[in-house]
């Protein structure tokens, strides 16, 4: 939090300060929008803050985010040089020390129908990024068989932990465990949210032995990482693309085991989509984890093996 703080405007970052210590210590997100009350999400709950940092249900009573207050915080940010984030606001967010992502909306710049930067920035979505160590002991176990790494479809609803469980998937593997002896890891980190790097250097814990891909599309960085890393696992967030499965299917029968995830409620929900139908149908993934909220952020609800029979049910929650 304090990583955050240092680069607010003196107003904001007061507020934010004031909030009672049970808030603060959980938020999830500080969301700015121009003229419009300040909004923090913590826990499984969203409410305004006042301007004496307390927490009310209340938009009129919430501290108004202005025109001028928005200036500063994009100045704060890009350091005076919005030219230097010029490839980050191309993909709607900005990476800053600690791994904390920005989202921002505003005006598109469009040239040929590609988009080129945001200006008239209106909207800020600062997401407090939270290592869990020890978030991937629950299904650690589940994830090897005679040794072997099992490649694994994570799926989660959003807000469910997905992103911290993943990146402590990959810390686990990499330093090794009671589970299994250490192992090369190859993350592509297309929206720089599990390893959180700046200028290359990853500000989360990945692990010793973890290589990253930053900002990288993940079916281009998945073969980049195997020619150029011999990893023995790539562990890639929210697959989608039907150039995304290809890359997993070429990984697989090139021996390298893979971890990946996508949103949703279900196996049978994200069967539906193409891509991901086809890598379930042909037997791509020996073990399926499911996620929810349930018993708190990071509940295991359910995992599966790749004849869909149920290993486990209802684990408690990582955060619990």
Request: hydrophobic fraction near 40%; aromatic fraction near 6%; include cysteine.
């Amino acid at each position: 939090m304090n990583e955050i703080l240092t680069i607010l405007p003196a107003t904001l970052r007061t507020i934010l300060t004031a909030l009672p210590i049970a808030v603060r210590e959980n938020l999830e997100e500080i969301r700015l929008r121009q003229n419009q009350p300040l909004e923090v999400r913590f826990g499984q709950q969203s409410s305004y803050v006042t301007p004496s940092g307390q927490i009310t249900s209340i938009s009129a009573q919430g501290w108004q985010f202005s025109a001028e207050e928005a200036a500063k915080l994009l100045n704060q940010v890009s350091q005076h040089s919005l030219y230097a984030l010029e490839e980050e606001l191309k993909r709607g967010y900005i990476t800053v020390v600690g791994g904390h992502r920005i989202g921002i909306a505003g005006k598109v710049v469009l040239d040929k129908g590609e988009v080129k930067g945001i200006r008239d920035v209106t909207s800020f979505n600062i997401r407090i990024a939270r290592e869990k160590k020890g978030a991937a002991r629950k299904v650690m176990p589940y994830l090897f068989e005679d040794g072997k790494l099992q490649n694994t479809l994570l799926i989660s609803p959003p807000q469910c932990g997905k992103t911290t469980l993943l990146r402590d998937m990959a810390r686990t593997i990499s330093y090794g465990s009671e589970w299994a002896s250490s192992r090369k890891v190859g993350i592509v980190d297309e929206r720089s949210e599990l390893a959180g790097c700046l200028q290359g250097v990853p500000q989360r814990d990945v692990g010793p032995r973890t290589d990253v891909l930053d900002a990288c599309p993940k079916a281009v960085g998945m073969m980049m990482l195997i020619r150029s890393m011999s990893p023995d696992v790539l562990i890639v967030d929210e697959v989608g693309r039907a150039e995304d499965g290809d890359a997993v299917w070429e990984a697989i029968h090139a021996g390298v085991a893979v971890i990946c995830s996508a949103h949703g409620a279900s196996v049978k929900e994200v069967a539906e989509r193409p891509m991901l139908g086809k890598l379930i149908r042909y037997g791509a993934f020996s073990r399926y984890i499911v996620l929810s909220r349930a018993k708190g952020v990071g509940t295991i609800q359910a995992i599966y093996d790749q004849s869909m029979n149920l290993v486990e049910r209802e684990k408690a929650a990582w955060s619990s």
